[in-house]
């Protein structure tokens, strides 16, 4: 008698990174951080100085943050900071001599 086997197409998504206006992975979190937290401090400002200084600082804020994302995006996904140089261990290891033990 033959054994059946039932095999079923499984949708493993499109096995790329999410992109959104140019921005990649968590930059895109990243960005709407920098968003929200643009809106906030430029609200206070609203409240607390005047609409013009709002406006502006939001401007300012938002323009170097998305240049410093855009930035940071080129250096990779998952940049880290590395460290160019080697590391040499020490050659002579010093033991204690104990006592009772002998070699011979």
Partial sequence: MKE???????????????V??????????????????SFILATILVVT???????LFMLVYLGTGLYFL?????????SKTKEYHDYTPEHRIRTR????????
């Fill in 4 to 18: 059946e086997t039932k095999s079923f197409l499984v949708y493993k998504g499109l096995q790329m990174p999410l």
């Fill in 70 to 78: 855009s930035v940071k995006q080129k250096a990779g996904m998952y």
């Fill in 20 to 37: 959104l206006k140019g921005f990649k992975g968590r930059y895109i979190y990243w960005g709407l951080g920098l968003l929200l937290s």
């Fill in 97 to 104: 001599k104990r006592k009772g033990i002998t070699t011979e």
């Fill in 49 to 55: 100085i005047h609409i013009v200084v709002g406006i």
